[in-house]
């Protein structure tokens, strides 16, 4: 069979409409092709919705076509029963005779088996085309799947000569965060919360800067913020209190406040390595992507554990002179963007 790897890119390309908003399902897409025409496309409905693979199909305009077409895909297709019923059965039944898929998908109920009931039914099938920009594509649901955690971002803006935060007297007054970084950036940083499952910070940086944590920039799903609170000491009259977005407390006490709608409390053990108790909670919410915004010790947590994927940190162009030190870290660094005055730098883990 000629595989054209053009398609996977544009599977690819597809998929990412899916961002934040398929999970905890991955965001997949999916052409299909008749002779050097594509004849459809399709990418994940919204979370409980119709599969690429479904969409793609049903936008066939003349389904006679299919019998003599190839379907590309991002990731192997579904072969159980979920929310939805399953893409091999809808893709067989429709009589395509080839399909080209990116990567085997690793869940549990899946892990080849949808290959191999292609294959059974007379389908050819090939697999993996172009696996490392699948890989990198379906980085969160991957991390997720192979290494039972949430693919972990942190993110942190530091002043010309690395403090993420001023001295204390520079902060006198109501708790609100302190900005290093400018307008732009922060837009860039909403964006960015609408992409992901979860937002979390540490204690310190909620009593300190009473934050929000939504995405009031940019138009799109607000994250589940989780916060560090062992012994529940951030104010109920604060932001993260206010419902606006649903909200989890990492805590160790039994004693918890009156129940208010939105708001729930997970116990962790904070004996010990508190980036692996938080990844294995935040695992069995089935949270697969977060982003840690701080503070440096937080941060500095999920360092030490190796628990990180990428590390986006902005530059801002003045200097603090003193303050809370940024964190330290090693990674490879793969972009180096200007967003307005600051300068991003996004590492990733290797
Ligand atoms: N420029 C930027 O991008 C950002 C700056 N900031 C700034 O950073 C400052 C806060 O940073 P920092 O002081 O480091 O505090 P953090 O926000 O990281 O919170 C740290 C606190 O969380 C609790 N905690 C419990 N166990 C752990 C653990 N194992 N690891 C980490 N924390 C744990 C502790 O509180 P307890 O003892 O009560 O349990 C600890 O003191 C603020 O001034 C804020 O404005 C914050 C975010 C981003
Ligand atoms: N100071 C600082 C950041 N601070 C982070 O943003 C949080 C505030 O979010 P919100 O209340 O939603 O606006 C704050 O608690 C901290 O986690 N972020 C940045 O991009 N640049 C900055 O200079
Ligand atoms: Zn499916």
Redesign the pocket.
């Known amino acids: 069979m000629k595989i054209q790897e053009k398609y996977i890119l544009r599977c690819i390309e597809l998929g990412k409409n899916g961002l934040g908003t398929t999970a905890p399902n991955p965001m997949v897409g999916c052409v299909i092709t008749a002779g050097e025409r594509i004849i459809g496309e399709g990418f994940t409905s919204p979370y409980g919705g119709p599969h690429a693979e479904v969409n793609a199909i049903h936008s066939v305009s003349h389904p006679e076509l299919l019998k003599e077409a190839t379907l590309y895909v991002s990731l192997e297709p579904c072969a159980h029963h979920g929310k939805t019923p399953p893409c091999t059965d809808l893709i067989i039944g429709s009589g395509i005779p080839r399909v080209v898929i990116g990567i085997k998908d690793p869940h549990s109920k899946v892990a080849g088996k949808g290959i191999a009931k292609l294959k059974a039914a007379g389908v050819e099938v090939v697999c993996p085309v172009l696996e490392r920009e699948c890989r990198e594509h379906h980085k969160r649901f991957l991390t997720f799947m192979e290494k039972k955690r949430p693919y972990v971002i942190l993110k942190?803006?530091?002043s010309a000569d690395g403090f993420?935060?001023p001295e204390k007297e520079l902060r006198e007054g109501e708790p609100e965060?302190?900005w290093?970084s400018d307008r732009y950036s922060r837009q860039l940083v909403h964006q960015w919360r609408t992409e992901e499952q979860a937002i979390l910070?540490?204690?310190?940086?909620a009593v300190?800067?009473n934050p929000r944590l939504t995405p009031r920039h940019w138009a799109g799903k607000a994250p589940l913020r989780v916060v560090?609170d062992?012994?529940l000491?951030i104010p109920q009259e604060y932001h993260l209190y206010d419902g606006t977005a649903p909200t989890v407390f990492l805590t160790e006490t039994n004693q918890l406040p009156e129940p208010r709608e939105g708001i729930h409390y997970e116990k962790i053990d904070?004996s010990g390595n508190?980036a692996l108790q938080v990844c294995e909670r935040l695992h069995e919410l089935e949270v697969q992507s977060v982003i840690v915004?701080?503070?440096?010790?937080?941060l500095c947590?999920f360092i030490k554990a190796g628990f990180w994927d990428e590390a986006r940190i902005f530059t801002g162009r003045f200097p603090l002179k003193n303050g809370?030190k940024s964190p330290e870290i090693e990674g490879k660094e793969v972009s180096r963007t200007k967003i307005g005055g600051d300068l991003l730098r996004i590492l990733e883990n290797d």
Do not use: H, M, N, Y
């Open positions: 942190w803006a530091e993420i935060a965060p302190f290093i910070v540490g204690t310190t940086t300190e800067d560090v062992r012994q000491k904070f508190l915004e701080g503070g440096r010790k937080t947590s809370l």
